[in-house]
């Protein structure tokens, strides 16, 4: 159904009889519904009942003068927007600035012209209607925005938790005894499982990144330990398609180095799980070296090589474009959801640094990148002392979890660390269990029914206050949603540290040691 458009309704105020009907005359041509004010009372009155599309506004009024009734019109949030045109014999510029400060958005000097008036009222009622038009785009825009990320949020939620119980099982399986078609098997399921994740972080990561949502870790880390660290990720699926495959690091590269390590090693994995997947027989390899170019030399090149499938020219130019691969029959023959390299490109960006890619169609690939990380103090040896001094206890731990599978797959690698766990359904039971008895740390999954998560947090630090406990017990988040607006919530709500699902149980071992340790 077509939506009906109103006439502007035009609100004249003058002490005139006949310039308010010549007024009226010259714009009821224009189909304007008109109203009309005497003085400054009855033109504040009728802002008060009636929003105007405009309001014509002598300056000498007999009561209270046009600079005033305008400086009430904007205090008033009925017409707070309404433009104002100031009507005046005043050609003193000190009086058209004080009108221009008030609010107004224009002047019309009498005595005036037909011509001249309709013009100027039209031109503002358009300019009025025309932003109108643009708060109603915007706030659909911002509207689709928030349904987006909703959405986005929960489909985060909804698909991890599943994929949380087959990931935790994979790494419980493989250490019970198998034989070596079942540990094949098993692999099968362990990449497939990885592969769907890996789809899944893409599509987060570029709704994340285009919605301006990822900002980028400063840390000191050991860039030698972090690309060993993609190594051993991926050197299981290079051999599994007898593929050579290699990391050089030049002595030249500085062992600690600041930056994001999390989000460089994202970028290293894209780019190397490609190098494996387009190459049928022969090797990828890893170079690390300093950038030698004047004005950069904090920054390192990455290389990955490969003898792979190769792009042509033309394909080349469609790489780090948002949801694109060289051609179709990529996703029909590779798979992948043709996000990986555009969400690399724009880390890359963030980085300060550049990528790109040298191939020839047939005789393989060499990506590579930049980015800019400041040199620091080694601090391997320190941490090394720290952790070797440090032996975690065993600890009695609250795990709160409403999806059985993942209760079970948490409370096995629990025990495996060596440690007690007693189990809460949801917040409300987590919350009477700490009311009970006393535990060393608590793994809270965020979505649960009854009591959520954050809402059991905010009530055992309330507990904690009211017994003036002097070491609260540190509170993981266990959470699907892997948003930087929502992790900041769990520490605002009095968590301490948050575990992504799905999770590994070194990452558990790790979220653990870290929060006792401090």
Partial sequence: MTEMIQPPKILIVDDVAIN??????ILQENNYLIAAAKNGRSALAKT???VFDLILLDIVLPDIDGFEVCRQIKANSMNRETPVIFLTAQRDEESLVKGFRLGAVDYVLKPFSAEELRARVELHISLKRAGEELKKARDIAEQAARAKAMFLANMSHEIRTPLNGIVGMIDILRQTNLDDQQREYLSIID????TLLMIINDILDFSKIEAGQISLERISFNIRNEVDDVYQVLVYSARQKNLGFSVEINSEVPETVMGDPFRLK????????NAIKFTKKGFVRVSVSLLREPGHEDAIRFEVQDTGIGISPGNQQKLFKSFSQADTSTTRNFGGS???LAISKRLVQMMDGDIGVESEEGRGSTFWFTVSLDKTISETTVKEEIKN????????ILLAEDNTINQKVSTININKLGHQVQVAGNGYEAVEMFLRQTFDLILM???MPEMDGLEATREIRKIEKDRKTDH??????MTATIYEEDIRNFYKQGMNDYLGKPFKPVDLAQVIEKNISH
């Fill in 20 to 25: 308010i009907d010549l007024m009226k005359s």
């Fill in 48 to 50: 008060m009942a009636n």
């Fill in 191 to 194: 990449i497939s499982s990885e």
């Fill in 266 to 273: 994202q970028i290293l994995i894209n780019l190397i799980n």
């Fill in 338 to 340: 043709g996000l990986g």
């Fill in 389 to 396: 001094e440090y032996k975690v206890r065993q600890l009695n």
């Fill in 445 to 447: 999954d965020v979505h």
């Fill in 472 to 477: 609260p017990v540190p509170i993981i988040a």
